[in-house]
């Protein structure tokens, strides 16, 4: 017999967790009780929420990512095994016990579009725990012009609908984590106020500690209402390009990197040298020890080929084919797209060096004239082929056999 899976949260059938199965839809036991208690209002706030620990592995959380990121297994793998020790940490570990484990914070290193904001993205959706995302960039030490470190906190809050409870087990994920690399070997007297700076503001609550914030953010000022925030079992996740990072690992590897025979080498072997990262390259870079000393966990992404690009296009759940055939389909309009048109855009956005952030744009760039004739297009099937999107041609509209049929 085939094995069951419920529907809603794809947990496979044990004989502790049954499933009921309906037409097309399975849900196991453990999804009936936490419906029954949020219809009946029998949620306790103060209590933890009821994770399925015996059912919560790495293996299912690397299956969770496999259907919205593609490749990158290395960095799933590692990844998930983060994640699940983090909330085990919080779930299973008894107070009181003599062995404390610390919380394992989380650093992602891959170029622009490879899938870091998303993987942190997904899991979070998946264990429905808040999460705020914010761009290290925008951050600067306290007093200075910018926002204050602690209100990455205050997105988290917000994120939790003020549930103090609940944003103290969020994620929070620090994009552009290298922008705020200090400014040299060579310091000056002036203040790094949004390198260095920023990365000292950081370690207080990446660590763990009580934090003051401002329920509705910006400065704080004398007198006003404080929440205070623990930040011990909150998982803190920071991705980054680290652009030029190669350099510095070649050299310590003894690596030639220069003439001219030996550039496009060095760019082929890009993800082997990334294998390679130490911390000491980190240092190099512009991170201070004492922040990496508390970003654990350090992964790498690889940068995604035309074919994984080509595979992000047509295979994950929320697919930008899956999505935008969607959106024709409402306009009563079949939306046809070839392999090379699909292999064409997933060129181009290579060469603008935008990952599989870059997809997006260049689809509605190659649609925009059938977009803004969609309404009077019922009834056909639009073919975009290779060269709508290398030679801007117009694509096909075909009469659909189907509104033929029927009328």
Same mark, same amino acid.
């Given at each position: ?35 029954h ?14 994770f ?17 990121v ?18 085990k940490?919080i779930?299973?570990q ?7 484990i ?38 600067t030490e ?7 470190v ?21 994620i ?14 060579n310091r ?26 401002s ?12 929440t205070q925030?623990?930040?011990?079992n ?9 652009d030029?990072?190669?350099?510095? $690992?070649? #050299?310590?590897? /003894?690596?030639?990197? *220069?003439?001219f025979?030996?550039? %496009?080498?060095? &760019? @082929? ?14 240092i190099?870079?512009?991170m ?17 080929t ?6 992000i ?6 697919a930008?084919e899956?999505q ?5 389909e409402?306009?009563?309009v ?5 392999k ?9 956005? $290579?060469? #603008?060096?935008? /990952?599989?952030?870059? *997809?997006?744009s260049i689809?509605? %760039?190659?649609? &925009? @004239?059938?977009?803004?004739e ?14 709508c ?5 117009k ?13």
């Open positions: 017999m085939k094995n069951k899976n419920c529907s809603f949260c794809h947990t496979a059938e044990t004989e502790d967790n049954p499933i009921l199965a309906g037409e097309n839809v399975y849900i196991c036991k453990s999804c009936i009780n936490a419906a208690k949020m219809i009946n209002g029998e949620n306790d706030e103060s209590e933890k929420p009821d399925d620990m015996e059912h919560f592995s790495p293996k299912y959380l690397k299956s969770i990512l496999d259907e919205y593609i490749g990158q297994e290395g960095a799933k793998k590692v990844f998930s095994i983060g994640v699940y020790n983090h909330y940490r779930f299973k008894k107070e009181g016990e003599d062995t404390t610390d919380k394992s914070n989380v650093l992602l290193i891959g170029p622009t579009g490879s899938g870091k904001t998303l993987m942190a993205q997904t899991l979070a959706k998946f264990l429905d725990v808040p999460i705020a995302i914010t761009d290290a960039t925008s951050l306290a007093g200075y012009v910018g926002e204050d602690e209100n990455i906190l205050t997105k988290l809050l917000q994120s939790a609908d003020g549930d103090v409870e609940k944003a103290q087990r969020g929070i994920f620090i994009d552009e984590l290298d922008k705020i690399s200090r400014l040299g070997e000056s007297i002036t203040r790094d106020v949004s390198g260095e700076g920023v990365q000292q503001a950081l370690l207080k609550i990446i660590e763990g500690s009580t934090v003051n914030i329920a509705k953010g910006g400065r704080k000022h004398p007198n006003q209402d404080f925030i623990d930040t011990k909150i998982l803190f996740i920071a991705g980054g390009a680290f030029g990072i190669e350099d510095i $690992i070649a #050299r310590r590897v /003894g690596k030639n990197v *220069l003439g025979n030996q550039n %496009q080498e060095k &760019l @082929d072997d890009r993800d082997n040298l990334l294998e390679r990262l130490e911390v000491e390259d980190l190099s870079y512009g201070i020890p004492e922040l990496l000393g508390r970003l654990h966990i350090v992964t790498t992404l690889k940068e995604l035309t074919e994984d690009l080509v595979h296009l047509t295979e994950p759940r929320n930008l899956k935008y055939k969607k959106l024709f409402l306009d009563d079949e939306l046809t797209i070839e090379d048109a699909l292999e064409a855009i997933a060129s181009l956005s $290579i060469k #603008r060096k935008t /990952g599989a952030r870059g *997809l997006r689809m509605e %760039q190659v649609m &925009l @004239d059938t977009m803004y969609l309404p009077e297009l019922k009834g056909y099937e639009v073919v975009i082929s290779g060269d999107v290398n030679n801007n041609e694509p096909v509209y075909i009469k659909s056999k189907k509104t033929k049929k029927s009328a």
